[in-house]
Structures are given as C-alpha cells and as structure tokens.
C-alpha cells in the first residue's frame, strides 16, 4: 500500500463530483484508492500502484502550480496513461491540449488519437483509417484550423467524394453550392464546432477555406494550404492518385476513411485500400489505424462497432 499527501483543495478536483474521476481510474487500472483527510491510499497490484503513483503526483505538482482540469480531460489523460504508461499528465498538459482558433479546447482522448496528432505534426501525409466517431475528421479540421491561424499554411481545402450522386450534380436542385452542401455538411459541422460563425463565413466568401467535392480536385495543384480528404474509402484508385499529386510545396495533407464502409459499384476498388499497399514503405508518410476503442461517441457507438466487427469476422450473412 502507497500513501500519498495531496493539497487539500486539490482533492474536491481529482475524485469529482460523487468522486466520478477516482471510479473511472479504478476502473482503469487494478487499485483501490481511498482518502484519509488530504491523504490517499493506495492498494493494488503493485504495477498499477507505481502508475497511479506517479498521475497523482504530478496532479499535485501541477495543482500548485495552478493548473486546472475539467473532470472530462482528466479521464480523457488517465485513459491515455493506462493504455501507454510512458505518457504521463504533464504530457497530456505540456502538448495534450490545443486551443486552434480561440474558441474551443481540444484534446485528444485515446492513445491512437494522440499518435494521430503527433502524426499531423510530424509529417506532411497522413492517413486516418478507422471507425466512424474515432475523431479522424473532426481532429484532423481542428489541425487544418491551428495551422491556419499559426500561419503555417495560407488556406485550408476540405473534400470528400460526393458518390450517392457518382460526382454528377447537375440533376440535383438550387445553384452548384446548394448541389453540394449535402456532401460536405460533416466538415461545415466541424469547422463551425471550433471557429466563430461568422469568422467561418468570412473565410469561406474569401477563399481562405474551401469545401468543395473531390472532383474539383483535378487539374490543379494544392500549394500552401492545409488539405484533408475525408471519406477516403469512397474514392476509386484514379481519384486517390488524382488527389494525391494535388499536393503542392509548403502543404499538408490529411486523408480519413473507414474501409468498412465502402459505397463504390460492386466490383470497384478502393482508393483507400490500394493506397495502404502502394505507400506503405514510403518515408514521411505515416497511417494511423483506430479500433471501436476509440470510439468517443456514445459508448453504445463503440459496442455497435464491435458487433458489427465480430460479425463480419464470422463470415457475415449466410443463407442456412
């Protein structure tokens, strides 16, 4: 058993409201904490203990040095320790959190999520290959957005292919914007998520963002700007080596996809398949692959995904 002396003020923060946070932690990881006055006791496997050890500590440290947390980001860090014990709090402090416009904080909530990020930063093609409610879209805007407004790129260019309309929009109603929006509407959601309404509107009349399907794509060359191609697992392997020459000098490229749901004719190959076997041995380009435990949507979200997995893994429907 470890005991540990913490700020007396700081305990109220750590265990939460109905002591929720210390729960979710226990949940985590095989301890047993308790408090006596400001002093807590810990009882465990003796691995887990060493861990917990080191979270409280640095929450206490961090406390003093009048550090906040929300009780949602300090499940989202014990989730990350007690999957990769060399992450720590202060990590999640230090670079775990990022504010891109001003208007919302974002922080990634599962270890993939976070390699995702880093991946971002580190390199100038990724690939975010997962489930739907992993966070790949919405994470990789919120990038496009911090990089935009650290003036690392001059625009950001959002696209996804429009294939329940086979990238022919001309039978639909209203002028090319209206013919669109119903495509693109999951990037206007993320963007208006994390920058001002009106700021986004502004950028987008000027240019500075645009969202437009991935057949506008060709014929030209995508320089300086921050490019996320989502909905990967619907382009053929024309329109992915089609987008993927777009890149021009001084760009980053982010491209999302769910190869479980594929919407292509039967008997058309994806893009996003292929390109996992012709890219994979290339320097500077980097996949991230997420599970249902990724899932940060509703926790059925994540039980539906692991059905539906399981069942596919079984061979899927089978006439008895």
Do not use: C, W
Request: charged share 30%; proline share 4%; no cysteine.
């Amino acid at each position: 058993m470890k005991k540990l002396l913490l700020p007396p003020q700081g305990l109220n923060v750590l265990f939460g409201v109905q002591d929720q946070n210390i729960k979710y932690l226990e949940s985590l990881l095989d301890v047993n904490i308790g408090a006596r006055g400001n002093e807590l006791l810990i009882d465990g496997d003796p691995n887990d203990i060493e861990t917990v050890e080191t979270i409280l500590k640095d929450f206490g440290e961090l406390f003093e040095e009048g550090q906040t947390f929300t009780d949602r980001e300090l499940r989202d860090a014990f989730h990350q320790i007690a999957e990769d014990r060399a992450y720590s709090l202060r990590d999640y402090v230090s670079h775990g959190r990022f504010n891109p416009s001003g208007k919302k904080s974002v922080a990634p909530k599962t270890a993939n999520q976070r390699r995702y990020l880093d991946a971002i930063a580190k390199n100038d093609l990724v690939f975010g290959i997962g489930p739907a409610g992993t966070g790949k879209s919405f994470l990789g805007v919120a990038m496009a957005v911090h990089a935009l407004f650290q003036k690392q790129v001059s625009r950001i260019i959002l696209t996804r292919p429009a294939v329940e309309a086979g990238e022919r929009l001309g039978f639909l109603p209203g002028d090319l914007q209206d013919k669109v929006d119903p495509y693109l509407r999951p990037l206007y959601d993320a963007l208006f998520d994390l920058v001002d309404a009106e700021r986004v509107t502004k950028m987008l009349e000027k240019r500075i963002i645009e969202i437009a399907p991935l057949a506008f794509m060709r014929g030209r060359t995508l320089s300086d700007a921050f490019i996320i191609l989502d909905e990967a697992q619907n382009t053929t392997s024309e329109q992915m080596k089609m987008f993927l020459t777009r890149i021009g000098f001084g760009s980053k490229a982010v491209v999302t996809g769910d190869q479980t749901q594929i919407d292509l004719p039967r008997g058309q190959k994806s893009g996003l398949v292929q390109v996992q076997q012709i890219l994979r041995n290339v320097e500077d380009i980097e996949f991230i692959y997420f599970t249902e435990k990724d899932v940060v949507r509703h926790k059925l979200v994540q039980m539906i995904v692991r059905a539906y997995e399981e069942h596919d893994s079984n061979g899927g429907d089978r006439d008895d």
